[in-house]
């Protein structure tokens, strides 16, 4: 359904075509049947990108392409534009400001942008660039909570059907409440994510179809992150069928990997892998790894070999620092915003000289913001993204895990704490 | 630089959702990647024994000047011998690169638009694969508690847009078999009305006095295909080289989508050879495969680790692990198995029954990874 209904304009970036834009993001979010609260954010979304681009922009004529799209349970609207049109470093969200002045730090363009949508990400794809944003659609929160039944009959696996996935969902609110992601208090949006093909579900059901236990996992193009188990009888073996059923759905698809943050209590042992030390992170792959070549900085290269080491992965580790050579000027980080969560994922897309101070400059908006988990993905599979390091390590990232095959190799990803800021 | 081209406009959407196959690296790049000096290869269901002498003697007798001649563009002299071995006219053959070239000959043979295969969700992928890739619907009937293929299931999952049937006899990875009485009774049901492929690729290692041999209902019925290869038993994997039979009207149908010349003339060769001495090889390596399940079942007993040992050169072992995790713990050992998270069999690994020194290999290192 989604393809069927995109939308896509192409009109100049010119502050004459604000009205455009927006009208266009308006008369398609009703015609996706969005909440008139949710249109207007969008709405004002595209308007602070395109003001924010048409105001810096040298000169010549320029198109920006504006998609939208759909997603059933959100709408996003994707802005593309040609990646010179604009110097490389004005793609930060931090690209109009010091670091030193608050005043400038609250007028963003992009910031304004990201605090009317609900996710928010800078990216560089091929020769274009690309600001998206996502907007929510609103669903009834929970009626009631299900009281719980006891199980009849022998558990099986279910198809996903509606009505099974929305009963899932509120007995995932019903028992787990805030340990649980949040949109299962809405289990009208639930069903919607499943049938947009973005989530996947495995449901274990009883003879008299209930529910007795289920996990739910976002699909992703090589990696899949799951929640749960979710488990509601005492049958040790309901847990084990909603993991197999989630590994058997997956299996044969592009997913190479699966990844749950913070498993619940009833994960079943010998299926996963710890990533994080503590438990948080699990892991597993779906096929066989052979081995790849990583590149890393000599100030994380004793991390991976350990964590290596540890998760038993044939890795060629290929370690590269800056010998003096010219980089460029500037540099550029795709910043993927949650903020619902709180929580904020930073890439490079350029690494350039300037990469100390901007790391910098990108914490302290986001934590002017509000976010409260700051994370930095570095793909080992890139060897420019290595140089980074120092830059990083000295603003206080440190290393938290491996995603295995994570990006182009492994992610090494790198987590802020506040108090470690310079 | 000339313009990319549109992918998302060149690209039919069922190959956009689809993944390449990636296959093993070398097992010189192996070795350095997992820093083993060995690798114990348990992951093909090669056979360890090689080739039977004739067919080495075949390959020995080639001579480098015949790279330079086409092959037999549809392997005559090899067709002639198995016409002799199985008492079939040579034109019910067709020799492919391999026995994945034959299924996808025979999905292209059979289906259109619309049209839809019907296989189980646990057994050898090609089938689904080369389905989907090709645009049609892979139906995956799920198999029965005892791992044998549903004939119930199948039959009911049969529809008007229903070509091809695809059974692996005896499956792999579970070897289960159907007995001649069952397979009797699931062809006579489906009554001609659709292409019935049952794979034997692991046929020669049943021993067996029910398992059917299906070239001799051929004859009987004339929906029904059969597939063999020379890549296991036979010990040809590495040249490629399998073939399917069937009633010669069918067959014709299945020509017409084959490619010619895709059989190299080292493979007819070797092949050749390896029909004269056909009966010593069986006989060995069916010995050879006895022993080591027997050994390696006795470990895994000891070893309390549950174990589906079937027909077939393989044993699939379930584990207390990822079985993603075993494969580069057992790695770093030089020993080399098949994860079958792939195969919807979490937590299982399939291991090829080669000599015993090598199960013992094996037991042994399986106790240190899940000590």
């Not at chain 1, 455009?20 to 949710?38: D, I, P």
């Not at chain 1, 996710?119 to 929510?136: C, G, P, Q, T, Y």
């Not at chain 2, 002639?80 to 000959?105: K, M, T, W």
């Not at chain 2, 390896?274 to 027997?294: C, N, S």
């Amino acid at each position: 359904m989604s393809g069927r209904q995109a939308v896509e304009l192409t009109l100049p970036i010119q502050a004459e075509f604000l009205p455009v834009a927006t009208a266009c993001v308006e008369q398609t979010a009703q015609a996706y049947g969005m909440g008139r609260v949710e249109t207007m954010h969008l709405m004002l979304a595209v308007e602070e990108v395109l003001s924010f681009l048409a105001a810096r922009l040298s000169g010549g004529y320029h198109l920006l392409k504006l998609h939208c799209r759909n997603g059933r349970y959100y709408m996003e609207v994707v802005c593309r534009f040609p990646s010179n049109v604009l110097p490389v470093g004005a793609f930060n969200i931090t690209s109009t400001v010091s670091a030193d002045d608050e005043q400038s730090l609250a007028e963003m363009g992009l910031l304004l942008a990201a605090r009317t949508a609900d996710h928010l990400a800078v990216s560089a794809k091929n020769d274009d660039m690309e600001i998206r944003f996502v907007k929510n659609r609103q669903y009834p929160a929970l009626p009631t909570i299900p009281a719980s039944v006891a199980m009849q009959g022998s558990l099986r696996i279910a198809e996903p059907a509606p009505e099974l996935i929305k009963q899932f969902a509120a007995r995932v609110a019903g028992k787990y409440e805030r340990q649980a992601p949040a949109y299962f208090q809405s289990p009208g949006k639930v069903a919607d994510m499943v049938a947009s093909g973005d989530y996947g579900v495995s449901l274990v059901t009883d003879g008299k179809n209930n529910i007795m236990a289920g996990i739910f996992w976002r699909n992703g193009k090589q990696m899949a992150e799951a929640a749960g188990p979710y488990v509601f009888c005492a049958e040790a073996d309901a847990a084990v069928q909603a993991v197999e059923g989630c590994l058997q759905k997956l299996a044969r698809t592009s997913v190479l990997c699966l990844v749950v943050q913070q498993p619940t209590p009833d994960m079943p042992a010998g299926y996963f892998e710890p990533l994080a030390q503590d438990g948080s992170v699990l892991y597993r792959q779906l096929a066989e790894d052979n081995g790849i070549l990583v590149y890393a900085h000599p100030i994380f290269a004793d991390y991976l070999t350990d964590g290596y080491r540890n998760l038993f992965l044939p890795r060629d580790i290929r370690q590269v620092e800056n010998q003096g050579e010219k980089q460029s000027l500037h540099s550029a980080f795709a910043v993927r915003m949650d903020r619902p969560a709180g929580r904020v994922v930073m890439e490079s897309i350029w690494a350039g000289e300037d990469a100390l101070a901007v790391v910098g400059q990108h914490i302290q908006a986001l934590r002017q913001e509000g976010f409260r988990e700051i994370y930095f993905h570095l793909d080992t599979g890139v060897p420019e993204q290595a140089l980074l390091s120092p830059a990083l390590s000295v603003n206080g990232f440190k290393p938290a895990w491996i995603v295995p095959w994570g990006g182009e190799g492994d992610i090494l990803v790198l987590a802020h704490r506040e108090e470690e800021s310079c | 630089m000339h313009p990319f081209p549109p992918l998302d406009m060149l690209v039919p959407r069922h190959i956009q959702k689809i993944e390449p196959y990636i296959p093993s690296r070398p097992d010189d790049v192996l070795r350095q990647m997992f820093g083993c000096p060995t690798i114990y290869r348990l992951n093909n269901n090669e056979n360890a024994l090689g080739p039977s002498p004739e067919a080495i003697r075949a390959i020995q007798a080639v001579r480098p000047e015949q790279a330079a001649i086409y092959p037999s563009g549809d392997a005559w002299h090899l067709r002639q011998r198995l016409a002799e071995r199985f008492h079939l006219p040579p034109d019910s053959f067709i020799v492919g690169n391999g026995a994945n070239e034959v299924i996808a000959f025979v999905i292209k043979a059979f289906c259109q638009e619309g049209d839809n295969i019907i296989t189980t969700d646990r057994t050898f992928a090609v089938y689904e694969w080369v389905a989907e890739f090709s645009g049609y619907e892979a139906r995956l009937v799920p198999l029965t508690a005892d791992y044998s293929f549903d004939d119930e299931g199948m039959l009911a999952a049969v529809d008007a847009r229903t070509k091809i049937i695809f059974l692996c006899n005896p499956n792999n990875p579970t070897g289960t078999y159907w007995n001649e009485e069952r397979l009797r009774r699931f062809l006579d049901r489906v009554d001609g009305r659709q292409i019935v492929v049952v794979d034997e690729a692991y046929g020669e290692f049943v021993a067996k006095s029910d398992f059917p041999n299906g070239m001799e209902l051929l004859r009987e019925y004339p929906n029904l295909l059969v597939f063999r290869t020379f890549s296991k038993m036979f010990a040809l994997a590495a040249l490629r080289i399998g073939f399917l039979a069937g009633q010669e009207k069918i067959v014709d149908v299945v020509r017409r989508t084959c490619v010619v010349y895709s059989v190299n003339s080292f493979a007819q060769q070797a092949a050749i050879g390896a029909l004269k001495d056909a009966d010593l090889q069986i006989e060995r390596t069916r010995r050879m495969v006895q022993e080591a399940r027997q050994v390696l079942c006795e470990e895994l007993r000891r070893l309390n680790l549950p174990y589906i040992a079937g027909e077939g050169n393989y044993v699939v072992i379930r584990l207390p692990m990822s079985d993603t995790l075993a494969y580069r713990k057992l790695m770093a050992q030089g020993l080399m198995v098949r994860s079958m998270t792939g195969f919807r069999f979490p937590n299982h690994i399939r291991v090829t029954l080669a000599t015993v020194p090598v199960m013992e290999k094996l037991a042994a290192g399986l106790a240190r990874i899940i000590a």
